[in-house]
C-alpha cells in the first residue's frame, strides 16, 4: 500500500486516506457553492441589485469578507425574503436574529411613549440589522422597520456572537458599520431640526435609492411622514413640488426617481454628509 508523509506533522498516510480527504473538500466546496448561489438566486422582489450569482455578496460587509478564510460564517447565512412594513425589532427586546439585506431598506425608528417613532436611520446593502448585538447588547433600542421589500441574508443572535468573537475581519467591518450608523443617526437629527421639508424629503428619497439600488420602490405618503416626523399633508406638499419639477413621479404607492441630478440639487447637504461617511 502506498503511503505519503504529511508535510506539516511527519504523519504517514495512506494514498486512499488522501483521496477520500481530497473528495470530501471538494464536496465541501461544492455544498458551499450551492448553497451561496441559491440565497442569492433572483428572489422575484422590486430593486434587486443581484445581477450574478457567482459574483461577490450584493451585502458591502459580507462581501468585504475574505471569502476562503469565512467560509464557516459565510455558509451559516440563510437567506429570508422581508415584507414591506415587517417588523424585524421591537424596541428594548430580545433580538433573535442579524439581517445582511441584500436588496432591501430598513428603517430604524426610535419611539417615544405610544408614538409612531422617527427614522434615526436606514439601513440596505451597505450595513447590517442588529449593530447593538456586535457591541454586546442583547437588544435594540430602536424599531426596526422594512421599509423597502427584498432579501436579507439572516443569522441567528446566538450563532453571530460565537462567529464574531474569532472573527477579526468580520469585527473591523462591523466596527466601521457601526460608526456609520451613529453618525447617519446625528446627521439625521440635525437634518431633521434645520432643514425645510421638500430638502428633507429629496434626501430621503436619495439614501432610499441607494440602499434598494433601484430608482422605483414602493412606499405611502403615510409611510414617508412617519418617517420624516411630519403630518401626511406636507408630504403631499413637498412632493408635489418635486413632481412639478419632473424630480420624482409617484403613483399608486410606487415612487420614480425621475432625475437623480434635479433630486440631488434640491436636496439638502445632509444626503452628501451621508453618503461621504458610506463610500468612504
Known sequence: MKTFRSPRGGRVCSASY??????????????????????????????TVIRNASGPPPN??????PRRANRRFL?????????????????????LYVYFPNDCAV???????????????????????????????????VQALVQGAGSAMRMSSARFGRELKHNLP???????SAYIAMATAMQIAVCNNEHLLEARLARWLLMTRDRLASDTFTCTQDSIARMLGVRRVGVTVAAGALSRRKLVGYRRGAMRILDRKGLLAASCSC???????ETA
Open 18 to 47: 488522501i483521496a477520500a480527504r481530497r473528495r470530501n473538500r471538494l464536496h465541501e466546496a461544492r455544498a458551499f457553492r450551492v448553497h451561496w448561489n441559491a440565497a442569492f438566486a433572483f428572489r422575484g422582489q422590486p430593486g
Open 60 to 65: 458591502r460587509i459580507l462581501a468585504a469578507l
Open 75 to 95: 455558509a451559516a447565512l440563510t437567506p429570508v425574503d422581508l415584507l414591506l412594513g415587517q417588523v424585524l425589532y421591537h424596541p428594548r427586546t430580545r433580538s
Open 107 to 141: 428603517s430604524l425608528l426610535a419611539v417615544a411613549d405610544r408614538a409612531s417613532g422617527l427614522e434615526v436611520g436606514l439601513v440596505g446593502r451597505e450595513g447590517m440589522v442588529g449593530t447593538p448585538l456586535a457591541l454586546g447588547a442583547s437588544g435594540s433600542p
Open 170 to 176: 468580520l469585527q473591523r467591518e462591523l466596527k466601521r
Open 271 to 277: 444626503y452628501a454628509v451621508i453618503r461621504e461617511l
